[in-house]
């Protein structure tokens, strides 16, 4: 990694004391209350929070700023039902409701991002599309919505919707920078820069927002030779035009450009070596949206692209990798009455894949084209949903995802939310194709053309009780998944290993959400939420690896004054299972502390400064086995301005 942005401790603090600028003022959470959470991802358009027919986490703008958040991996951690965990390399990816990260489809506005997950190995590249100065909000739908959204949201959906356009010219900056107390590099310098104003006032407007970010790499506590976490220097940025020609529709261009440096010192065999990853996204998208007196329309035309090199300092690099989305898909929401909305539309998308691993071509592509519609009626104090999509994909033929979904306002503090949804996931390219191979020191892998999709039928059934100053929220869900795809052993078990995929797993994961809010003064509240998840592999009657049975999550908010505000977050992580070579481990619990200040100088300048990993736990020290790292004791100080 290139050091010509800091070198170390010294310079990181002098770069953070000189920042300046001017930031916004504090919204706390109590004034946020008094406001209706919209949401848009469970039912295509705009409702409450509480109205929505799905388990959703919201996730603000101010809440995200007023901590350390690199990537969409950070902005999740503490959610409810989500887990942070490792996917090789040190790298973190997401699970929702202990479906793991290949099964969480990823969003922008709406707009669905190429899923590297099940495609690249050690990927969480679907983290990193988005600065966190352009998030307005992100919405995380726990439990399949295949109904709407088809293949890949079998375990949720996690929907970025950035910043828009104002009518007014506004501008933001944050910028922090981050050290590590040990001494062993990680220092990290992030800013993020957002504007937004009228080109042609009430008809033409622009959105820009980017980020530039570096983080060293840190030494393996080991062996100083090898990198326990990689560095990485990070540059995004996105431009949107939006034009309003009349008060009904509106016409959205945008366009977004990122590359990634990824850099860190390995070992294979005897051979020490210093490999780079880079990696470069792009995503455009064209849409038309109306609002009718009788309902609502939406016509899209998007694209994503990634592209994954590799480059060695000795030995064979890896092979390049590129993956290209496009996709063009329309809507209709017809308002039926004054209780009744139907919503529906079609889509069709093609995906293609470059990889010299997957057969003598190097390449290959499908397509999917599908339909869904998806009726909502209110009766009273019931809202009624009942949906459903068929797919039809060049290789499986069709599918449907049918969903149905039940909310009612027993009071207005009560309310009950229930449904049962099924969603399919469909084989990648790589694992399909007879010619794809890849050979390592332990094992060699084949793919399998005969693989079949795999399902989950999910349930739940929630209560969520709000009262002045307090509120308490419970969710029981299950997840029967069928015909999991799994490597599993066929030949040569005791010595290099050849596996193959196979439909051979049944899946059964099952648990509890519960979260309350807590606000006993005005100038303090709590949050809080737990999870407790069963996930178990019916098949070979044993858990399922990396699903810690207990979560919990705490935030304590302190409003000191109207200018000054702080918190202590705590995450706990449950025991795990985890397996090797087909031997089950076990991975010990840990809990990690951090803590924020957030003082507003003047309406227009905003000081941060944070800590993190307080007590300094080191899971490399509880366990080898764990496949990700977690920061030891590390400091922040930054600013955010606007005007």
């Not at 455009?284 to 060695?312: D, I, P």
């Not at 919503?343 to 397509?367: A, C, I, K, P, Q």
Request: proline share 3%; net charge negative.
């Amino acid at each position: 990694m290139n050091h010509r942005f800091f070198s170390g401790r010294q310079r990181l603090l002098v770069s953070s004391a000189l920042l300046g600028s001017i930031a916004a003022p504090n919204v706390w959470a109590q004034a946020e209350e008094q406001i209706p959470q919209v949401v848009v991802t469970a039912s295509l358009i705009e409702q409450k929070l509480e109205d929505a027919p799905a388990s959703i986490t919201v996730i603000g703008h101010e809440e995200l700023n007023n901590r350390p958040v690199q990537d969409l991996a950070d902005a999740l951690v503490g959610a409810a039902g989500v887990h942070v965990g490792g996917v090789g390399l040190g790298r973190r990816g997401i699970s929702i409701r202990g479906m793991s990260n290949e099964y969480t489809l990823t969003m922008i506005d709406g707009r669905r991002i190429s899923q590297t997950a099940s495609v690249i190995g050690h990927s969480e590249a679907d983290v990193g599309w988005i600065p966190t100065e352009g998030i307005e909000r992100i919405e995380v739908v726990r439990g399949p919505m295949s109904s709407l959204y088809g293949s890949d949201a079998l375990g949720g959906v996690i929907n970025i919707i950035t910043r828009p356009a104002t009518d007014e010219w506004r501008a933001s900056m944050t910028s922090r920078g981050e050290w590590r107390e040990d001494g062993r590099g990680g220092e990290v310098l992030q800013t993020g820069l957002y504007a937004s104003g009228p080109l042609v006032k009430d008809k033409l407007g622009i959105v820009a927002y980017g980020e530039f970010r570096d983080r060293e790499p840190t030494v393996s506590p080991t062996d100083a030779r090898l990198s326990e976490m990689e560095g990485r220097e990070v540059l995004n940025g996105n431009l949107a035009f939006n034009w309003t020609p009349d008060d009904a529709q509106r016409i959205s261009l945008n366009y977004g450009q990122g590359s990634e440096e990824r850099e860190r010192n390995a070992l294979t065999g005897r051979n020490y070596y210093v490999t780079t990853d880079l990696i470069d996204r792009e995503q455009f998208a064209l849409s038309h949206m109306g609002s009718w007196q009788w309902g609502e329309t939406s016509v899209r035309a998007y694209g994503t692209k990634l592209e994954k090199t590799n480059r060695r300092s000795s030995g064979t690099a890896v092979r390049p990798q590129i993956l290209e989305d496009r996709t063009y898909d329309a809507r209709t929401t017809l308002n039926l009455g004054a209780s009744n909305r139907l919503s529906l539309g079609g889509e069709w998308r093609e995906e293609e894949l470059f990889d010299t691993s997957m057969n003598s071509e190097g390449y290959d592509s499908v397509r999917h084209r599908a339909v869904f519609v998806q009726d909502e009626l209110e009766l009273d104090r019931w809202l009624l949903v009942l949906g459903t999509r068929y797919d039809d994909h060049d290789i499986f033929g069709g599918y449907n995802s049918p969903r149905a979904y039940a909310v009612y306002h027993a009071t207005d503090q009560l309310t009950f939310k229930g449904g049962v949804g099924r969603g399919f996931k469909a084989p990648n390219l790589k694992v399909l194709s007879p010619e794809y191979s890849v050979t390592t020191s332990s094992f060699v892998v084949f793919g399998n053309p005969n693989l079949e999709p795999e399902f989950n039928t999910s349930y739940e059934l929630g209560a969520h009780y709000r009262a002045d100053g307090w509120s308490l929220q419970a969710t029981l869900f299950q997840n029967d998944v069928k015909d999991l795809i799994q490597s599993y052993c066929a030949a040569d078990c005791d010595a290099l290993r050849v596996l193959n995929y196979e439909n051979v797993d049944e899946a059964r994961i099952r648990g509890i959400e519960i979260a309350t809010s807590f606000a006993p003064l005005r100038q303090l509240a709590l949050d809080l939420n737990y999870t407790f998840l069963n996930a178990k592999d019916l098949t070979a009657d044993q858990p399922l690896a990396e699903k810690p049975k207990h979560a919990a999550n705490l935030t304590l908010k302190w409003l000191a004054t109207d200018k000054l505000n702080a918190q202590v977050r705590g995450n706990y992580y449950g025991k795990q299972t985890m397996y090797a070579s087909e031997v089950r481990y076990g991975l010990p619990d840990y809990t990690l502390w951090g803590a924020d200040l957030n003082y507003r100088l003047t309406q227009r300048f905003k000081l941060h400064l944070s800590g993190d990993n307080l007590t300094d736990e080191s899971l490399a020290e509880l366990s080898t086995r764990f496949d990700y790292v977690e920061v030891g004791r590390s400091y922040s100080a930054g600013f955010t301005g606007s005007f």
